[in-house]
């Protein structure tokens, strides 16, 4: 079993930054495999920023320059870096890992 709690939302001004987090408990070994998503009203979710199999990262185009994923082993937890957040930034975002879903932290991206 796995439980990913996601953390950091909140309700920023275009060009504003925000951090979120990321941290896993259970049966996770590595943080390789762990990935961002995202919902927005009315949308279907996809695809933000993540840790491929073997530790390389891959970001959607709409986010590439902007948001930076890192994240530490040791404890169990990613974060995801947005700068100059945009309103089509606004969604619900969600962590995953191996079949596995946060909860979701709301961003709104709003002047």
């Known amino acids: 079993q796995v439980q990913l709690v996601e953390s950091g939302g909140g309700l920023v001004q275009p060009g504003d930054s925000l951090r979120l ?3 896993a408990s259970g049966s996770i070994y590595s943080i390789n495999g762990m990935t961002w998503y995202r919902q927005a009203p009315g949308k279907e979710r996809e695809l933000v920023a993540g840790f491929t199999s ?4 891959n970001y959607a185009g709409s986010v590439k320059g902007r948001f930076s994923i890192s994240g530490d082993n040791a404890k169990k937890t990613v974060y995801l870096q947005m700068n100059n957040l945009k309103p089509e930034d606004t969604a619900v975002y969600y962590c995953y890992k191996r079949s596995f879903w946060g909860q979701g932290t709301q961003v709104t991206v709003s002047s």
């Open 21 to 23: 987090s990321c941290t």
């Open 54 to 57: 073997m530790g390389s990262t």
